[in-house]
């Protein structure tokens, strides 16, 4: 099988795909160092918790995100400083009018990403190429690289159905806020066709970004709760109390 063809069919092997956990480490603009380990559900709605960590930032660098029928919390013990002991913030999308609000969170903004969407980047590449193989948690891999334009990956979501092509685009229009205009990706591919693990690199407008996503299981059941709305802020409120004051 050609390397094109080795990473189009586990690019394929995406769409049955329901739920996963993964393991995300790297750099990020304005944050640097991070780490996060998330369960994410895609169908039939689209669920996630994450614990994450800016390992730049000390003991202050924890956090939990969650994200519940379009909405987004985001808790950490440091905001319970500032908001009279109430430990999460809600982002209701839909309320605020917009999700530009979520490209100010920095780091937040990426959990709203979806990794088996993006992981099937390097289909839009025109260099992929072989690397070779390794293991992965003990998991036989072999690993691809090649470059992408976020012209390239526009050009490739014409060929793929309506949901798939809503979801690529909304992760391309968050690297372009980013001013990301090419990726340099690998893919490591295990013996059953499925993305094991892939690495995102590209140059934003604040730096460098480098991600490592690895993924710990597919299609097991994930259950997402809203945190308790005695310990929730709603910036929505919070904004339209400002305004009237």
Known sequence: MSPAAAVAKAAKN???ISSFRYTMTGKVPEEGRIKAEASMRVKPDVAMSMKMTALDRGADGSAEIRLVDKVMYIGSAEMAKEMDGKSWMKFDLAALGSDQELN???AASQAEQNPATESTFLTGAKDVKKVGTEKIDGVETTRYTGTITLDDLRASLK???????????KSI???ETMGVEKLTMDM???GEDHTKQFRMRGDTDKGPLDMTIKFLDF????TVEAPPAKD????AEMMKGSEEG
């Open 104 to 106: 100010e969170l920095g």
């Open 232 to 235: 929730t802020v709603d910036l």
């Open 173 to 175: 229009k968050q690297y």
């Open 14 to 16: 995406t769409e049955d």
């Open 159 to 169: 060929e793929k159905d309506a949901k798939a092509a809503e979801r690529g685009e």
């Open 188 to 190: 490591w591919i295990d």
């Open 219 to 222: 299609n097991q059941p994930v």
